[in-house]
């Protein structure tokens, strides 16, 4: 992203953080005892420093056949081009995402006018640790089983992760192949000026994207990828209400650690609404002669703000 960008971002991302910086010891002042039993132990944190450390295995078997069939680009020799330069952070990355990796399966999806550059990695996620059920909040402890075994799930199934270079990365993404028809990566709850990179399968001619209010992107599919950025006058919208939400939430005066546990509430509440209202409503992907060959909408949970950094979520 470039530092004029940056700048007219920072001022929502800093409000939002000064915000909670502000009314969260008051929030999390209700359940000190509940705090004190999820607190990581310090085994628990070296554990947790060597296993983001540790290196991807390097895999040289076969891709599943299944799904070398429904992508071309994995299915073509690889290139030049898709070799990731020694030196790049992407190493880094997806230290901390994958436990193995096909690195003869490493794809160039994507090039900017602006030299960033977008690789495809497939490999295994690594497993994630789910907390305990009592330091999950409330209205999701009830999803801690499902949870659990969503983790399962995903260290056994193949996932592809997107990176890029050339530009300040936010970090890897990385998503299921199974899940490729649910569009994980484009209901991602952001307001961010970034491009959407997406992986898709062939016979894919392009990808329509539709909004709120029915603004709309069209995106052209080039060797199993399409790309495109959120329509500028949903994110200002968005981005609008929120600020506004902001200020009146924090301007006012709060005295006891109980309005101030409340605005937070509502604060992230509004974050929530506003993420909601920006995503987007409907993906379709579209045949050569304009076909719809698929749809699919965002998953009920899709904007939930937990786990969600603010500041990303509103400029990153």
Same mark, same amino acid.
Request: proline share 8%; with cysteine; aromatic share 6%.
């Given at each position: 992203?470039?530092?004029?960008?940056?700048?007219a971002l920072a001022p929502v991302a800093?409000?939002? *953080?000064?915000?909670?910086?502000?009314?969260?010891?008051?929030a999390l002042a209700k359940t000190?005892?509940?705090?004190?039993?999820?607190?990581?132990?310090?085994?628990?944190?070296?554990?947790?420093?060597?296993?983001?450390?540790?290196?991807?295995?390097?895999?040289?078997?076969?891709?599943?056949? &299944?799904?070398?069939?429904?992508?071309?680009?994995?299915?073509?020799?690889? %290139?030049?081009?898709?070799?990731?330069?020694?030196?790049?952070?992407?190493?880094?990355?997806?230290?901390?995402?994958?436990?193995?990796?096909?690195?003869?399966?490493?794809?160039?999806?994507?090039?900017?006018?602006?030299?960033?550059?977008?690789?495809?990695?497939?490999?295994?996620?690594?497993?994630?640790?789910?907390?305990?059920?009592?330091?999950? @909040?409330?209205?999701?402890?009830?999803?801690?089983?499902?949870?659990?075994?969503?983790?399962?799930?995903?260290?056994?199934?193949?996932?592809?992760?997107?990176?890029?270079?050339?530009?300040?990365?936010? *970090?890897?993404?990385?998503?299921?192949?199974?899940?490729?028809?649910?569009?994980?990566? !484009?209901?991602?709850?952001?307001?961010?000026?970034?491009?959407?990179?997406? %992986?898709?399968?062939? &016979?894919?001619?392009?990808?329509? !994207?539709?909004?709120?209010?029915?603004?709309?992107?069209?995106?052209?599919?080039?060797?199993?990828?399409?790309?495109?950025?959120? @329509?500028?006058?949903?994110?200002?919208?968005?981005?609008?209400?929120?600020?506004?939400?902001?200020?009146?939430?924090?301007?006012?005066?709060?005295?006891?650690?109980?309005?101030?546990?409340? !605005?937070?509430?509502?604060?992230?509440?509004?974050?929530?609404?506003? %993420?909601?209202?920006?995503?987007?409503?409907?993906?379709?992907?579209?045949?050569?002669? &304009?076909?719809?060959?698929?749809?699919?909408? @965002?998953?009920?949970?899709?904007?939930?703000?937990?786990?969600?950094?603010?500041?990303?979520?509103? &400029?990153?």
């Amino acid at each position: 992203m470039s530092v004029a960008r940056r700048s007219a971002l920072a001022p929502v991302a800093l409000l939002v *953080g000064v915000a909670v910086l502000m009314l969260a010891p008051a929030a999390l002042a209700k359940t000190p005892k509940q705090i004190a039993a999820c607190e990581t132990s310090g085994e628990s944190i070296t554990a947790l420093i060597e296993a983001e450390e540790s290196v991807p295995t390097e895999l040289s078997s076969p891709l599943e056949a &299944g799904i070398l069939s429904r992508f071309a680009v994995l299915r073509r020799v690889a %290139l030049a081009s898709d070799q990731i330069p020694a030196l790049s952070p992407v190493g880094g990355e997806i230290d901390g995402e994958l436990v193995s990796y096909y690195p003869g399966y490493v794809r160039q999806l994507k090039v900017f006018p602006n030299g960033s550059r977008y690789f495809m990695i497939p490999g295994f996620a690594k497993p994630q640790n789910v907390p305990p059920t009592r330091c999950l @909040p409330v209205s999701e402890r009830h999803d801690h089983p499902a949870l659990v075994e969503q983790e399962h799930k995903l260290a056994a199934e193949p996932v592809y992760c997107i990176v890029a270079i050339g530009h300040e990365s936010g *970090g890897a993404q990385c998503e299921p192949f199974a899940e490729i028809e649910q569009s994980p990566r !484009v209901f991602t709850p952001s307001l961010s000026e970034a491009p959407v990179i997406e %992986l898709i399968p062939d &016979g894919v001619a392009s990808v329509r !994207v539709t909004y709120l209010g029915g603004s709309s992107v069209l995106a052209p599919v080039d060797e199993n990828e399409y790309s495109f950025t959120m @329509p500028a006058a949903v994110r200002s919208r968005a981005k609008t209400r929120f600020t506004k939400d902001l200020r009146r939430l924090t301007d006012a005066k709060h005295k006891t650690k109980a309005q101030k546990r409340r !605005v937070l509430e509502e604060l992230l509440a509004a974050l929530d609404k506003t %993420l909601v209202e920006a995503e987007p409503r409907k993906v379709e992907w579209l045949g050569s002669a &304009g076909e719809l060959l698929h749809s699919s909408t @965002p998953p009920k949970t899709s904007a939930t703000i937990v786990g969600v950094n603010l500041a990303t979520a509103i &400029g990153g």
